[in-house]
């Protein structure tokens, strides 16, 4: 079975510009949350989806960050315009969605803004 | 609220050595408690997780943690280090199972 999938796995641009991430979940898995993980840091999460829908997402930015799961599968996450203090690994995991299930990772992507 | 404590940012021991790696929780309500592992460039692996049945919770790789009430910890042990086991482990509590609360990560380096 294949895990959670994301790209790219490293992005590098310039401040102000725009960057998007790409997370495709477990099979059947209907609930999907993207994590930020600064350095040295433990993972927090930015939000939550139960299939298409967004239901936790108390801790995005949402002046510049925004995301999607339009057919409930994949999703994007989006920064527009990036800052200096946005780079960081973005998590993506995802979790069947019964009560304690495990959230499963996948490998990250690593941005740098300079 | 909920949060968590890892003392000990990183922790060295030699190969065949004990590893304890500790953690300590707050919470409001009673939690539910993960330990995860992160091998480099890569995510985060579950070792094992305390959902109010057993207080002693055995996981993968021969790694085991005890959740003491009293004690508001949740400490990971393993009774003999491989070189494998160099990674960073990340206590998490959770009221809910969705909303994970990480610490900030202990990196275990293993000497041979």
């Known amino acids: 079975e294949a895990g959670v999938v994301q790209s790219p796995r490293y992005k590098i641009i310039e401040k102000k510009q725009p960057v998007a991430f790409w997370c495709n979940p477990i099979?059947?898995?209907?609930?999907l949350y993207w994590y930020r993980q600064n350095l040295g840091q433990g993972p927090e999460l930015l939000i939550r989806y139960e299939n298409e829908e967004a239901v936790d997402d108390s801790q995005l930015p949402k002046d510049r960050f925004s995301a999607e799961r339009l057919k409930g599968v994949d999703s994007t996450l989006k920064i527009q315009p990036a800052e200096l203090g946005d780079s960081a690994v973005y998590l993506c995991a995802s979790s069947s969605g019964q009560t304690l299930d495990t959230q499963y990772f996948g490998p990250g992507t690593r941005l740098t803004v300079l | 609220a909920q949060s968590v404590t890892q003392l000990g940012s990183h922790v060295s021991v030699s190969e065949g050595a004990l590893v304890l790696l500790r953690c300590n929780y707050s919470?409001?309500?009673?939690?539910?408690l993960f330990w995860y592992v992160q091998y480099p460039n890569q995510g985060l692996q579950l070792l094992l997780k305390?959902?109010?049945?057993?207080?002693l919770v055995k996981g993968i790789n021969g790694f085991e943690a005890e959740f003491k009430k009293s004690e508001t910890s949740f400490h990971l042990t393993k009774p003999s280090a491989h070189m494998s086991d160099a990674a960073e482990y990340f206590c998490?509590?959770?009221?809910?199972?969705?909303?994970?609360?990480f610490g900030s990560g202990t990196r275990l380096l293993v000497r041979p």
């Open positions: 305390y959902t109010s049945a057993a207080t």
């Open positions: 998490a509590v959770s009221a809910s199972s969705y909303k994970l609360i």
């Open positions: 919470s409001s309500v009673p939690p539910y």
């Open positions: 099979s059947g898995h209907n609930t």
